[in-house]
């Protein structure tokens, strides 16, 4: 049975704003966000860890620019963690971190609980449980780890600009060719999920996204096309533009490889098309 | 053929395995497509050519937009404008002769992937890409892959997308591909234009600081004229250095033997031309030699003994003329040469065989 419980003795009002109904809801893996591995108390830093605080930053920044703008709201899912409930909610306590609730969850029956909360986009770093939770009918995205780290004389974990990559073969590439294209029914299914919680999340991030100007904006939006070429690229930067979606970067690749690219790249969150496993990015592992 | 492309350019297996999927992936959906386009070669095969957007398009009037009133008006102004077609830029003609190269390629070699790939690299912002877009189509050029960063430096993204030449108007970027081992070159365009051949794709080379190293170059600067020619001579068998565009050259080579082996040569549709400051008495042998040594052939090899290129290349014709000195770039331009500057060697620290004054750091 799936637990849930409120962060305890949260002062800030800021953390009341967030409760407001236009509150984007991500769900974000304990995995991601601390050390499990290690039992200390606090619990040490993950590798997506300085991804919270940047969420955070967003969100302030957002608040200021403009009080009707959405902001995000995070839920953290621990999955098989139920023995370090307590460690892991005063860890967040401890770093600052403004989760507004917890859910603890087996590998089993993660996807259901998700879809019992009314999470708008699940992010995860492991592509296996972005896809399971596509193919359930639960908006996911993968989150992934910097490989960039912070200069000497940074103020620690400042994270900006927060990237964000949208697919522009789930935006541009026209269904009917997929299946001509030789791609399963499953796949088919994963791509239709992955494109249907990306265009809800994109539009939110379209209203985040208008609030700052085009440069030194601590929000940032990058479209990739892995299949399409010049066409598919167009249409995507038009589709997005309707939806109010300003993008920043724009790469077609055109079958070339995206490894590399994404290494470039570095996006913070990257919603994947769904065609088939990502698991082949080891700029990303 | 992947040698190709740059050593660093090879890969590990995770990468490879990843590298095959999205090709698969990409040519299943290019195929369903059942477009007369052609399709994009495979990178690790292809000799891939980034061009920047001011390169490929004049783009002159809306960069004073940019320099004067900001991004923000800039990028307006280009969506506003966004269905009307951007004129052709210097890099244009170049572009236009490579996709001349690839149809022969494909007649002669349809299942192939040893082709010129054409990248649009710049840090334009994606917003500006839907008018690059509308105008590549306009000319129907085959530039199926883009890389807009938006305001980054691309330099970072070249070997990406395994790129092997990169052309630019902006001198600090080109400076970084060097530096990073990549052919780059700063190009100028003229405002008087030779007629050029739709037929054939002719590229020139300057010999030292573009296809060598600068080394004897430095000599000249440094010890005079004399002791250059003498020291040509003592070393006449010893291989020159590399230099930046060696690679590139290597790489025309690779595509010319395929014409050859098809009993093309006399009707190869690219030419390359070696176009010296040296002589060839005192100091060709040399460079022929370590020509030699490399395994490369070169079509012509031009001898000026000091005289102006500009003349010379009025001649040539060439899509592109690559040279490490501004004097000679500017000559080439005066007589309607598209000329493409390597920053490279101590030939920056000279004009007109003077040192110039080192210029204040930019920003």
């Known amino acids: ?285 | 053929m992947s040698e190709i492309k740059p050593d660093d350019a090879v890969a590990d297996g995770a990468q490879d395995a990843g590298e095959e999927k999205d090709w698969v992936a990409a040519k299943a959906f290019f195929d369903s497509l059942k477009t007369k386009k052609p399709r994009p070669p495979k990178p690790r095969y292809a000799v891939t050519i980034a061009v920047s957007s001011r390169t490929l398009f004049n783009l002159s009037e809306e960069r004073k937009l940019y320099e004067e009133e900001g991004l923000e008006k800039y990028v307006a102004y280009q969506v506003e404008h966004e269905s009307e077609p951007l004129k052709p830029g210097a890099a244009f003609p170049f572009v236009k002769a490579l996709m001349t190269v690839n149809s022969r390629l494909r007649e002669l070699y349809p299942d192939s992937e040893e082709l010129f790939d054409i990248v649009l690299m710049t840090n334009n912002h994606a917003q500006v890409g839907v008018r690059l877009i509308n105008s590549i189509n306009h000319y129907d050029l085959t530039i199926e892959r883009f890389c807009m960063t938006g305001g980054q430096s691309p330099i970072g993204y070249l070997k990406a997308y395994m790129t092997n030449l990169y052309l630019s108007k902006d001198s600090e970027k080109v400076q970084e591909a060097i530096e990073e081992g990549i052919a780059a070159a700063t190009m100028f365009s003229s405002d008087v234009e030779n007629q050029l051949s739709d037929t054939q794709l002719r590229v020139a080379f300057d010999g030292d600081a573009v296809l060598f190293s600068d080394e004897s170059e430095i000599i000249v600067k440094k010890h005079g004229l004399d002791t250059f020619f003498e020291h040509e001579k003592e070393f006449e068998n010893k291989p020159l250095a590399q230099g930046p565009l060696k690679c590139f050259l290597e790489a025309l080579g690779k595509l010319q033997r395929k014409f050859y082996a098809k009993n093309q040569r006399m009707n190869c549709p690219i030419r390359t031309f070696l176009v010296t400051a040296r002589s060839a008495a005192s100091s060709g042998a040399r460079v022929l030699k370590t020509l030699r040594s490399w395994g490369l052939e070169i079509d012509e090899a031009l001898f000026l003994a000091g005289a102006p290129k500009g003349p010379l290349l009025q001649k040539i014709r060439p899509h592109i003329f690559f040279d490490d000195q501004m004097f000679h770039i500017e000559g080439a331009q005066e007589l309607g040469t598209i000329a493409a500057h390597v920053p490279y060697g101590i030939g920056q620290k000279y004009h007109k065989g003077k040192l110039i004054e080192q210029p204040r750091s930019k920003k």
């Open chain 1, 1 to 285: 049975m799936p637990s849930f419980s409120l962060a305890h003795n949260v002062k800030n009002t800021f953390f009341l704003l967030q409760m407001r109904s236009n509150a984007f809801e991500i769900a974000v893996s304990c995995h991601a966000v601390f050390d499990t591995n290690l039992r200390t108390d606090p619990l040490s830093k993950g590798v997506a860890f300085s991804f919270i605080k940047a969420i955070q930053d967003i969100n302030e920044k957002l608040a200021v620019k403009n009080p009707k703008s959405p902001l995000f709201n995070v839920i953290l899912v621990a999955k098989d963690l139920q023995e370090h409930q307590s460690t892991i909610v005063s860890s967040t306590q401890h770093y600052g971190l403004q989760i507004s609730r917890f859910c603890f969850c087996n590998n089993e029956n993660f996807t259901q609980s998700l879809q019992s909360t009314s999470v708008k986009l699940f992010l995860s770093m492991q592509t296996d449980d972005v896809c399971r939770a596509l193919q359930e009918g639960v908006p996911a995205a993968l989150l992934c780890p910097q490989t960039r780290f912070p200069a000497e004389g940074d103020k620690e974990e400042v994270v900006s600009p927060l990237k964000v990559l949208l697919s522009g073969d789930a935006i541009g590439l026209p269904e009917e060719r997929l299946s001509e294209a030789g791609f399963s029914q499953l796949e088919l299914q994963t791509f239709r999920a992955a494109k249907a919680s990306m265009t809800e999340f994109a539009l939110v991030i379209a209203e985040m996204r208008r609030c700052f100007d085009r440069e030194d904006s601590p929000l940032r939006v990058a479209l990739m096309t892995v299949l399409g070429s010049r066409d598919e690229m167009a249409s995507a930067l038009l589709t997005a533009r309707d939806w109010g979606l300003e993008v920043d970067e724009a790469y077609c690749l055109a079958g070339a490889s995206r490894g590399p690219l994404l290494n470039c790249i570095q996006p913070h969150i990257l919603c994947y098309d769904g065609l088939y496993n990502v698991t082949e990015i080891p700029a990303l592992s």
